[in-house]
């Protein structure tokens, strides 16, 4: 099981953490995404890490401006918005699989991961 916390509504150029705590994690090479969707179209990847990891990656989009971090002992992953922009405006869900490859975060699709948690929302405006 996944929970998610963090979102909210900022200005542009404002910061937001995410999180994402794992219920039952029993394996440390597991692969942990974020996405986003907007209504109207499907969730994109923003960034991935094998979690317990130390090489996320991300997409284009948010290079720069997004970053990965973890807290092994928690079982948390976060992820940390900064510069945020009105397009970056989007429900965030995170997800692990244990096929799924961050490498791939830029093509991967909601079907690549198996388990997903509940969404919180990010307003940019």
């Known amino acids: 099981q996944l929970v998610e916390s963090g979102g909210g509504s900022v200005q542009p150029g404002g910061s937001l953490r995410l999180s994402c705590t794992v219920s039952n994690l029993t394996r440390s090479t597991i692969c942990m995404a974020w996405f986003r969707q907007v209504p109207g179209k499907e969730r994109e990847g923003v960034a991935a890490?094998?979690?317990?990891?130390?090489?996320?990656h991300y997409v284009d989009a948010v290079l720069g401006r997004f970053t990965i971090t973890q807290d092994n002992v928690k079982n948390t992953g976060y992820l940390h918005m900064n510069d945020l922009r009105p397009e970056d405006t989007a429900m965030y869900y995170c997800a692990i699989d244990l096929w799924a490859d961050p490498l791939e975060i830029a093509t991967m699709t909601e079907a690549d991961l198996s388990n997903w948690g509940q969404g919180t929302q990010v307003t940019v405006s």
């Open positions: 890490v094998y979690f317990g990891g130390n090489n996320p």
